[in-house]
Antibody
């Protein structure tokens, strides 16, 4: 049973870079035809897709965030990561990682709260 | 981007009621439509994928239908654990986009 767990700082200063890691357990990040995704949710609001990475390393980003987002994968650690630069208070949210297979996200992490504040 | 619009935004219902939530896409997405359930403080949970396929382990009282631009999620007989927020999501193209959510509350 594949499980995902987000980790990273819970507090980031404005203009700095938010960095999160998602650790995959119960299976290899390299096996199967999966995309590994990041989604966020500001408090009391809806879900926003940030982007995804395929096991080959190819990426897709939300155009609204594309200039600030980098998603990468480290197969040796069975992890994938999110970097979001030049953050503002608007980037304060719960960040989720998820696995996408065959066009649906079937496994999600529990989420991690990131607050942007000085 | 493909815009997803859900209705209603909130809904009050009683245990045992039949409930339908609708989702409309701004362009045709074939059957690339998924439904998720989210409870407070929890991650979304996949209920329905490809418009009408029930995810493993999800009770059969949940069903989905539709294709093209119009989709529905139906709960045939509401149970206490079904009170949550429901989101539709299109997987026809990137960026993936979600509906704004439908909050299902106890009447």
């Amino acid at each position: 049973q594949v499980q995902l767990q987000e980790s990273g700082p819970g507090l980031v200063k404005p203009s700095q870079t938010l960095s999160l890691t998602c650790t995959v357990s119960g299976g290899s990040i390299s096996s199967g035809s999966y995309y590994w995704s990041w989604i966020r949710q500001p408090a009391g609001k809806g879900l926003e897709w940030i982007g995804r990475i395929y096991t080959s390393g190819s990426t897709n980003y939300n155009p609204s965030l594309k200039s600030r987002v980098t998603i990468s994968v480290d197969t040796s650690k069975n992890q994938f990561s999110l970097k979001l630069s030049s953050v503002t208070a608007a980037d304060t949210a719960v960040y989720y990682c998820a696995r996408e297979r065959l066009h649906y996200m079937d496994v999600w992490g529990k989420g991690t709260t990131v607050t942007v504040s000085s | 981007d493909i815009q997803m619009t859900q209705s209603p935004s909130s809904l009050s219902a009683s245990v045992g009621d039949r409930v339908t939530i609708t989702c409309r896409a701004s362009q045709s997405i074939s059957s690339y439509l998924n439904w998720y359930q989210q409870k407070p403080g929890k991650a979304p949970k996949l209920l329905i994928y490809a418009a009408s396929s029930l995810q493993s382990g999800v009770p059969s009282r949940f069903s989905g239908s539709g294709s093209g631009t119009d989709f529905t999620l139906t709960i045939s007989s509401l149970q206490p654990e079904d009170f949550a927020t429901y989101y539709c999501q299109q997987s026809y193209s990137t960026p993936r986009t979600f509906g704004q959510g439908t909050r299902l509350e106890i009447k």
